[in-house]
């Protein structure tokens, strides 16, 4: 698998999209597993070299990380890239350097520009990996001997909650009320049953429209395990399910929960990362910390100042060019972001391209609507209504932003040219890229 580096150097921070040159289908593990292998290689070399890793975002087809070298480091890691892969001048599209060949002259005006480069004056993040997603936490330059603590704390609860939630461990409180759906009700930990109160509570506020108990229907369509079906499913099939999903039946006890019917199937994969990202943020504002973002696969909560004078600012993607963004979102002091959008994860049947958002209420993937962005005071919330509301679109948004008066959300319909709806109070936080001005769709 060929790879390439992709590099601007705005100063002493070097860009770097990653792409594996190949074939890229939703659920191919191998060259999944290759990706890994070559972010791991990539990683260790960052390390040995001193690199601070600012960013480290993961898409379906490459990767983009943004890094830093401290002095005297420069050079030296530059040209430790340029022995095993092709650097790509991003502005001209040529290599820098082929392997084997002197350094380039736009490559060494790069390496005498960062050799000069000053104390980061950036956030530092620390990045890895849980809970199927990738995992951050960065913090402003001047608080930079905080990260370690900041890191720390969020990741143990990150991990004792993909030990407790994840469908993807067999001896998960979530696997196991699965595995007993129809029997007795199970043991749950006091986090696993918040949990489950705030799904059931996002379900009644949306009318269904967030339903953890989807998950019969994600797999009638190929979104869980194994390949997509070769053709639609049938109504009837999908008929069939639907008295399996129903948020209205989860039952709770003190420190319980059981699923009243055979073949019912919850996931919390809609609301958990939000969750987590509260209680990481929650434990490291408890310890006296500010001037922290904390992200876990795009839901993000921020507090304080990113540098003196700049909020946390948050990229919003274009839904349909995900190598660009739509704009940014200035984070209000304690507040969450969460975006769901259509080019996440899908699937392809029968030709027709398929996202994996699923309307609960009809049994049939949402089509539509491209990208839903919501700001939130809590990330849990965030991530519940950016699923929600990517189901009911603007025109169902309404008595919902009633409901939840503390959030706010922005819209990208699929269809072009590129259309942003959004509420006013998102108005207020968002700075559209110049490209975009004239795309805004203001909701009353």
């Known amino acids: 698998m060929a790879r390439t580096l992709r590099i601007e150097y705005p100063g002493a921070i070097y860009h770097i999209t990653c792409r594996l040159v190949g074939s890229w289908r939703d659920g191919d593990r191998e060259l999944f597993s290759d990706r890994w292998r070559f972010l791991d290689a990539l990683a260790a070399r960052v390390n040995a070299f001193g690199v601070v890793l600012h960013q480290y975002v993961l898409m379906q087809n490459h990767t983009h990380l943004v890094i830093e070298?401290?002095?005297?480091?420069?050079?030296?890691?530059?040209?430790?890239?340029?022995?095993?892969?092709?650097?790509?001048?991003?502005?001209?599209?040529?290599?820098?350097?082929?392997p084997g060949r002197r350094l380039t002259p736009w490559l060494i005006l790069l390496l005498s520009l960062t050799v000069s480069c000053r104390r980061p004056s950036k956030p530092v993040a620390r990045e890895w990996t849980t809970m199927g997603t990738f995992a951050s936490v960065s913090v402003s330059a001047v608080a930079a001997d905080t990260l370690a603590d900041c890191a720390a704390q969020a990741h143990e609860i990150?991990?004792?909650?993909?030990?407790?939630?994840?469908?993807?461990?067999?001896?998960?409180?979530?696997?196991?009320?699965?595995?007993?759906?129809?029997?007795?009700?199970?043991?749950?930990s006091p986090a696993t049953g918040e949990m489950l109160q705030l799904a059931r509570r996002y379900g009644a506020i949306t009318g269904g429209a967030f339903d953890i108990s989807v998950t019969p229907l994600m797999q009638l369509w190929g979104f869980r395990e194994g390949a997509p079906p070769s053709l639609l499913p049938e109504a009837t099939?999908?008929?069939?399910?639907?008295?399996?999903?129903d948020y209205r039946l989860i039952e709770l006890g003190e420190g319980t929960a059981r699923l009243p019917k055979r073949g019912m199937r919850v996931d919390l994969g809609g609301i958990a990362k939000g969750y987590a990202v509260d209680a990481g943020f929650?434990?490291?504002?408890?310890?006296?910390h500010r001037?922290?973002?904390v992200n876990l696969g795009g839901n993000m909560r921020g507090s304080g100042l990113a540098a003196p004078d700049r909020a946390w600012r948050v990229g919003v993607r274009n839904p349909f060019d995900r190598s660009e963004l739509l704009g940014t979102v200035n984070l209000p002091d304690g507040w969450a972001v969460a975006t769901s959008g259509n080019y996440e994860k899908f699937v392809e049947i029968d030709g027709q391209r398929y996202a994996h958002i699923m309307d609960p209420r009809t049994g049939q993937p949402v089509q539509?609507?491209?990208?839903?962005?919501?700001?939130?005071?809590?990330?849990?919330?965030?991530?519940?209504?950016?699923?929600?509301?990517f189901v009911v679109g603007m025109?169902?948004?309404?008595?919902?932003?009633k409901q939840t008066p503390d959030s706010e959300a922005l819209w990208v319909p699929?269809?072009?040219?590129?259309?942003?709806?959004?509420?006013?109070?998102?108005?207020?936080?968002?700075?559209?890229?110049?490209?975009?001005?004239?795309?805004?769709?203001?909701?009353p």
């Open 282 to 288: 929650d434990a490291i504002a408890a310890a006296g």
């Open 69 to 98: 070298t401290p002095r005297g480091n420069c050079s030296a890691f530059m040209k430790s890239l340029l022995t095993s892969y092709t650097v790509y001048d991003r502005n001209t599209g040529r290599a820098a350097k082929q």
């Open 158 to 188: 990150f991990e004792a909650l993909n030990q407790s939630l994840s469908t993807y461990i067999t001896t998960s409180e979530v696997s196991r009320l699965n595995a007993t759906a129809g029997g007795e009700p199970i043991a749950i």
């Open 414 to 443: 699929d269809r072009r040219p590129v259309e942003i709806h959004m509420t006013p109070g998102f108005a207020e936080h968002f700075t559209p890229l110049p490209a975009y001005q004239n795309s805004i769709r203001p909701i």
């Open 368 to 389: 539509g609507m491209a990208g839903v962005s919501v700001l939130s005071r809590r990330a849990v919330e965030a991530d519940a209504l950016s699923t929600a509301l």
């Open 237 to 245: 099939d999908r008929e069939a399910l639907l008295p399996l999903v």
């Open 395 to 401: 025109d169902g948004a309404g008595e919902i932003l």
């Open 291 to 293: 001037d922290i973002l």
